[in-house]
């Protein structure tokens, strides 16, 4: 596998995994907030 295939699997990787960790922050944020719902 090509050195920059390789880097940008690795980029979607952590992308997907960066956006997954903020919509579950966000998300108990709004929950845990008095004016959530």
């Known amino acids: 596998m090509p050195p920059m295939t390789r880097y940008l ?3 979607k990787f952590w992308l997907l995994a960066v956006i997954i ?16 719902g």
């Not at 960790?21 to 959530?36: A, C, K």
């Open 9 to 11: 699997s690795s980029a």
């Open 21 to 36: 960790t903020w919509i579950t922050v966000v998300t108990v944020l709004i929950s845990e907030s008095p004016v959530g």
